[in-house]
């Protein structure tokens, strides 16, 4: 039974029909509007009363006699929430979650007079029989997330199918993160945003959409988060609260109506439990975590070589170089150009005898040319995309006229990825995917009616838009690792959907060289950190425009502490290397550059706990102390893994800057002062320093600087120790760098636990793994001990040789394998 109710949200109705066509004149929609005028409106049907439920395994299915819900358990903590208007069910297909978690979950379906009720140990999910309101509720029965309306739909009579609408209770305070990479604030609260993959070159403030689509969002509201993945491919829509206050809503033009509930409490729970569904970033080759410099384009092969000897002369590390577009002969993806790139495989050798990988750039447009092997092979194999009346689909990009593989198709996917085989015998080592939103000159991208076969469950571009550049990076990335053998392949891309990072890092696309777009940056990260995205940075300088030393440095600055970090700028901009600025710009650019090598281990440490336990690397403050509603709002500082705090200088000529740091206590990086987190510090920010605070108990790891990982042996690991008077865990990560042995367990995960008081320091380390690492000792280096020692012991032999120095730090050596050390007052 269909339950026509008057539409309670009578903005959405009127948001619906603006969005059909952004363009549309005021008087226009006045008369579009007006039934009175012969336009019939759009008509909402919504569920009605359910009458029934009925329970296969953990699936839950309730219907209103034509409509039905269906509800799966999926853990204690995640609750999927399907509708389909007429109880025909999608199969169920998705490639953002390949897999649902399947160990099985206890729950209990319950009928009273006012509900159905399906519980886990962790949350409720309550079906109301008057109107089919759908909310959860934790186990203390508190209220998280309830429908303001009933799901509800509107026929597509042109494509079949259906819009899909869902609109919830935004509560008074609730505020909202994630949805990937909108350049916007950080909290959402208040916006409505679209997620349709578009090329936006030199994107402004609040421009949207961008480049990616991630259809999940963070609620926190009265210090209880949860999330909602709506797991929906087609053009979306999410309105935190801006039409209507109190309403919160998320729509599709298409597919079904699904989402997940996500149970935190805390945002971390809630952002593992996203990682749970949609996977993580595998481990990345250790070289990816160094610098990585690019420009569009460095050519011919003498430019490449006059840019890394720049690197090497000026002593300022790097571990790749990326050949842009115009490597490639006449921009045909899989060739070199002959002029510039006459002998490649020679190229690359030198580049890797001076420590250089190679990253070659790859766009999904294919030059149309009966000479040219990769159109001929796809045009044979019926591997391009084509329209509804079955023409190719063509348009111009970079090459000219080309036609574009259907990336949704496995054996297209299984063809683009052998096609690299010739890329990895020259001795490419990574792979970067760009225009495939998919771009198009001119119409932007392709036209709704192009056909994709999505991995058999057939669909128009309408469908397969948002997810085509993440299935090319797929392609990509497993094609790799066939080729690469047991190699950890490298790869970005800059379209994506939900899940894109289990097979590829991304950067934010092509930014400006303005302190605006700094700012903007840094929010992106840390959103797409928190969105399932954690290998992610920006076109360091901008890409578009100039930057001058000073935004340059600055942004290198914090380019230290995205988990990606590389330059990267357009054609017709000045040199735009480290060096390019000048003093004293280069040497502050050397000393941050040394400083990402210095903590690479650190990082790669953070990277596990995101690819193994789920963990964001970027956090921002919100996710430590979410129950600060003042913290809801900041969004300049985040922690780099959970140890390291950065703030970047985001303004020129600033001399300094308010910090906040969570509650605890924090040493600040440059000059080891203990201070009192829970409140703002002002801290000196002059050109070469950007403020850094260390989490007092944290024990960072340190590698030498080398010019590029891997130049020389590790001797020692240092340990940089921060004393406290409580207890705090950290962790390293350590294993070969390069290969899959992680898969088979064979790496190091160790645990140091400090504590302190005030007559004693304790480090502790507990291992596990099957990774035995070459170097034999550790180098400690003691900060911020409020005693002088008179004794260090470690386990249980004294330990005589220790550096005393003026700052009262202490430094000593001792073999890794040590259990526990006591420094003693
Ligand atoms: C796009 C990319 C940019 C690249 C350029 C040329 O604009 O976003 O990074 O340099 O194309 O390939």
Known sequence: MENNVPNPNPELLTAKLLEAD?????????????????????VKKYLGVPNHAKQVGNKIYFTDGDASVEVIVVTKEIIRVRLSPHSVFLEDFSYAVPQLPNKPVEFTLLETDLEFRVSTEAVNCHIRKADFFISFSDKDEHVTSTDAVPMHWEENTQFGGYYVFCTKTCYDKESFFGLGDKATELNLRGKRLKNWNTDAYSYSFNQDPLYRSIPFYISVNENIAHGIFFDNTFKAYFDFGAEDR?????FADGGELQYYYIHGPHMMDVVKNYHLLTGT??????????????????????????????????????DSIYLDIDYMDGYRCFTWSPKYFPNPKKMI????????????????????DDNYWVFKEGKEKKYFCRRSDDYFMEGHVWPGRCQFPDFTNPEVRAWWGDLFDDLVETGVAGVWNDMNEPAVFGSGTFPDDVRHQYDGYRGSHRKAHNVYGMQMVRATYEGLRKQMKNKRPFTITRAGYSGVQRYSSVWTGDNVASWEHLKIGNIQLQRLSTSGISFCGTDIGGFSGEPDGELFTRWIQMGTFSPFMRAHSAGDTKEREPWSFGEPFTSINRKFIELRYRLIPYLYSAFWEH??????????????????????????????????????????????????????????????EMVEGGKEHVVATPLDIMPIFVKAGSVIPEYPVMQYTGEREIEEVKLNIYYSDYEVNSFLFEDYGETFAYEQDIY???????????????????????????????????????FAPTKILADGKEITEIAVNADKTYEFKFPKNFKHIEIIK
């Open 22 to 42: 952004e363009t549309i004149a005021d008087e226009e929609f006045h008369h579009l509007n007006n039934p009175a005028d012969g336009i019939k409106p759009i």
């Open 281 to 318: 970033h595998p481990m990345p080759p250790l070289w990816a975590l160094g610098y990585h410099q690019c420009r569009w384009s460095y050519y011919p092969e003498n430019k490449v070589k006059v840019i890394a000897n720049g690197f090497r002369q000026n002593r300022i590390p790097c």
């Open 349 to 368: 050798a030198e580049l890797a005898s001076a420590g250089f990988k190679t990253v070659v750039i790859i766009d999904p447009g294919i030059r149309v």
């Open 246 to 250: 109190t309403k919160t809503s998320f």
């Open 748 to 786: 190091l995960e160790k645990k140091f636990v400090v504590n302190g008081d005030a007559q004693r320091l304790t480090i502790k380390q507990t291992m596990e793994g099957l990774y035995t690492p070459r170097y034999e000792g550790y180098h400690f280096k003691v900060n911020g001990l409020p």
């Open 611 to 672: 690819h193994r336990y789920g963990f964001p690397i970027l956090r921002p403050v919100v996710m430590h102390e979410q129950g600060e509603v003042s913290n809801h709002f900041r969004q300049d500082e985040f922690t780099y893994g959970d140890k390291i705090l950065i703030c970047p200088v985001l303004d020129a000529g600033l001399q300094s800057r308010r910090v906040y740091l969570p509650k605890g206590k924090w040493y600040n990086w440059w000059t080891l």
